[in-house]
């Protein structure tokens, strides 16, 4: 008998950020899985709704796409998906879910609306708070993306330990795209003459700790460069002061740049206090841009010890180990050849593997 799954497609309402990216990566692997076996479209009937207004769509070749409902964002999640093929079961792969459902697999990626309260604005606390732990008391299946996800969703009640399974993430979707090699020249940047991070000013980010170190004389001739959403007003206010001479700003930029800019970085600096997943280290250590990252959250679990760990509350920590590394090119080489074999591990098929096994 064939099971009718159907996916939530209200991320298709937004441009992709790392959740709405995770969630296309494995239905489209999904979708290539299911070409490349018949069984499995005899026992799974797949398909992606999705509200009727999108800011882009998915092309698949076996998985069916509808759009539908008369309501978008949060109220087509809880009113029109549910209605549609009732008996299904629904997957949602970012963070929420139709509460009502029961037939419901729902992928809740970390608890930092916990963690880090701050990162957040008020209203997106109190819904979080509410709704989360509604769904994982009625969906049959709570996903999230690493073992350490799992367990802060335990302990602060979402669901509980033997509802929730881990998939770790894939990270070779960087490798489809083009990269633009041309990008850190047009930007005045040198080969290994700059450390890549985000332009975040959420807390739990810590990109504080990043600016603090780079004001250091000892980091002088290097850059960073952060790219991202955040102003420069958002990140002075971090440090209360200007930021220092050699950051720079690049804003938000596409794939491609990212991609040259990551290929030519000296590392990319990941200094989070808490990560359900993180996926940018492993997307820069794939392409051969050694990390040094903060061992909190899920770093450690998803890095392993093919990265270099600096202290989330000491920028001259960070200060000595970017300075480190930039003066031994033997220790970057190699560990920038570590970094990709264990980043190549992560693969969206992988990925898309452990969730049909679980439907």
Known sequence: MTR???????????????????????????????????????????????????HHVLSLKTIGFTQGGI????????????????????VSLCNLGPAVSRNAVTMVHDA?????????????????KFIQPLIGRRHKTILTVSHYSKEQLV?????????????????????????DPAAPGRLGLSPRGYVLSLANAQAHKNIKVLLRAFADPRLSSLHLVLFGAASR????????????????????????????????????????????FGLPPLEAM?????????????????????????????????????KNLCDNEEAW????????????????KRAAQNLLQLL
Request: charged share 25%; aromatic share 10%; hydrophobic share 40%.
């Open 71 to 90: 309501f978008s964002w949060i109220p087509w999640e809880q009113f029109d998906l549910p209605r549609y093929a009732p008996r299904a079961t629904r």
């Open 4 to 54: 009718k799954i159907i996916f939530n497609g209200k991320f298709l309402m937004a441009p992709p950020t790392g959740v709405h990216r995770v969630a296309e990566e494995l239905i489209c692997a999904l979708d290539d899985l299911s070409a490349e076996d018949p069984s499995i479209r005899e026992r799974f009937d797949f398909e992606v709704f999705a509200p009727r207004k999108l």
């Open 155 to 179: 302990t602060y009640g979402v669901a509980p330990a033997d509802k929730i399974h881990v998939i770790h993430n894939g990270v070779d979707h960087i490798l489809r795209t083009t990269s």
């Open 112 to 128: 930092q609306v916990y963690l880090s309260p701050a990162s957040y604005s008020k209203p997106f606390r109190i819904w979080y």
């Open 333 to 348: 080489m190699s560990l920038r050849k570590k970094a990709q074999v264990h980043a190549g591990q992560f693969t969206w």
């Open 233 to 276: 007003s958002d990140l002075e206010a971090l440090i209360d002061g200007p930021l220092p001479d050699n950051v720079r700003l690049v804003g938000k930029i596409s794939d491609p740049e990212l991609r040259g800019l990551y290929e030519q970085a000296l590392c990319l600096a990941f200094p989070s206090t808490t990560e359900g």
């Open 286 to 322: 794939l392409l051969g841009c050694p990390a040094i990252v903060a061992p909190c959250g899920s770093l450690p679990e998803v890095c392993g010890d093919a990265t270099i760990y600096a202290d989330p509350d000491d920028p001259a920590d960070w200060v000595v180990k970017i």
